[in-house]
């Protein structure tokens, strides 16, 4: 989860939950406030899951250095 430092920011800001593949340290999955407004000024709430192709083990070697 990420969330500002400064409390008074924090009133202001809504965490944002971030999961990451911890071996090939991609992004699998974001889930908070998005950037596009709905017609009466809220932000949607959104989870968006990430899927990649899967790689060949050269390539995998190479990404993880």
Known sequence: SIKPANALLELFATPLDLIYDPQSRRLLEFRG????????????????????PPTSPAVAKASAN
């Open 33 to 52: 406030t998005s950037n596009i407004a709905q017609r009466n000024g809220d932000y949607h709430r959104v989870r968006i899951v990430y899927e990649y």
